[in-house]
């Protein structure tokens, strides 16, 4: 399985970005799919999760200002980000909880950066 986040850029504060993360692979299905960002000298934190049944969870930090959806026929989440600020710049991070005949596995894409700067 396989995790391929795309969105990630330079944009100036206050703008929008749109985050994607395609999962691939051999998949049964996928329980939980979400993003964690990772602030340089700090420590990854949650930004946003949602499960099968629609339930969603997010950071307090980004609450109000960034959406989480997901399209479960393509195996895809996405992360609009609006109102963005300076403190937003990371690298983000997509996991998700994949079932597959092998068992359940927790995996990770490769991360994107954005970046808020004027």
């Known amino acids: 399985v396989q995790l391929q986040a795309s969105g990630g850029g330079l944009v100036q504060p206050g703008g929008s970005l749109r985050l994607s993360c395609a999962a691939s692979?051999?998949?049964?299905?996928?329980?939980?799919m979400g993003w964690y960002r990772r602030a340089p000298g700090k420590q990854r934190e949650l930004v946003a999760t949602i499960v099968s049944g629609g339930s969603i969870n997010y950071g307090d930090s980004v609450k109000g200002r960034f959406t989480i959806s997901r399209d479960n026929a393509k195996n895809t989440v996405y992360l609009q980000m609006n109102s963005l600020k300076p403190e937003d710049t990371a690298v983000y991070y997509c996991?998700?909880?994949?079932?597959?005949?092998?068992?359940?596995?927790?995996?990770w894409g490769q991360g994107t950066l954005v970046t808020v700067s004027s």
């Open positions: 996991n998700a909880w994949v079932r597959t005949l092998n068992g359940d596995f927790d995996y």
């Open positions: 692979g051999s998949i049964f299905s996928i329980d939980s």
